[in-house]
């Protein structure tokens, strides 16, 4: 079983979805939760960050984590064309030193 | 703030060639710092860990005489790819440790 599992997708809703996006992983000792927005060609881009378990809301975008599942999802309100990218979780046992685990991403596409 | 900038954007060289990317931290000072690559459709593979003032830690099956990383000051990493073959060819990533990380734009590396 792999540290990190995410589905690649992709995953297409039309504009204006609510989208879920998943990852379970299987390290009871990561405690730091991350989720990166990757367009194109581009280097990823820190959305979201959270500690342990529970909510983090951002504008549209909402983190969510059960440790008790080893699960975390990240929802996407009004979702807009321009949230078509490939979306990475990624967790880590502490903030400080750590190296990053990551999902192997999910490609989001969002139909006008 | 947090931002990390990438030099060159993209470079195409000669095989046997040595290419050089540069890793900035342009707003904040990052004792560590770490190097990615990413093949087309997934995810990042870390390669190195890049202390200040210290040698990089490799990834198992990263060759460290090929990459080459110095870490000389709290802003800046670069990395050599040595000898570049067709196979090196990939889409370098580098990030900067500032309570999380925050990834540069990346570097697109062709080998002819």
């Known amino acids: 079983q792999k540290e990190v599992e995410q589905d690649p997708g992709p995953l297409s809703v039309p504009e204006g979805a609510i989208v879920s996006l998943n990852c379970t992983y299987s390290?009871?000792?990561?405690?730091?939760f991350m989720w990166y927005r990757q367009y194109s060609r581009k280097g990823p881009e820190l959305l979201m960050y959270t500690y342990s378990s529970g909510n983090k809301e951002d504008g549209r975008f909402t983190a969510q984590v059960d440790k008790s599942s080893k699960y975390i999802s990240l929802f996407i309100r009004d979702s807009q064309p321009s949230d078509s990218a490939t979306y990475l979780c990624?967790?880590?046992?502490?903030?400080?030193?750590?190296?990053?685990?990551f999902g192997k991403g999910t490609m989001l596409l969002v139909s006008p | 703030g947090a931002v990390v900038s990438q030099h060159p954007s993209r470079v195409i060289c000669k095989s046997g060639t040595s290419v050089k990317i540069e890793c900035r931290s342009l707003?904040?000072?990052?004792?560590?710092m770490f190097w990615y690559r990413q093949f087309p459709k997934q995810s990042l593979m870390l390669m190195a860990t890049?202390?200040?003032?210290?040698?990089?830690?490799?990834e198992q099956g990263v060759e460290k005489d090929k990459f080459l990383i110095n870490h000389a000051s709290l802003t800046l990493s670069t990395l050599t790819v040595t000898s570049a073959h067709p196979e090196d060819s990939s889409f370098y990533i580098c990030?900067?440790?500032?309570?999380?990380?925050?990834f540069g734009p990346g570097t697109r590396l062709l080998v002819l």
């Open positions: 990624a967790m880590t046992p502490n903030s400080g030193y750590s190296t990053l685990t």
């Open positions: 390290n009871s000792a990561f405690q730091y």
């Open positions: 707003d904040f000072q990052a004792t560590t």
């Open positions: 890049s202390n200040e003032g210290s040698k990089a830690t490799y």
């Open positions: 990030s900067a440790r500032g309570g999380t990380q925050y």
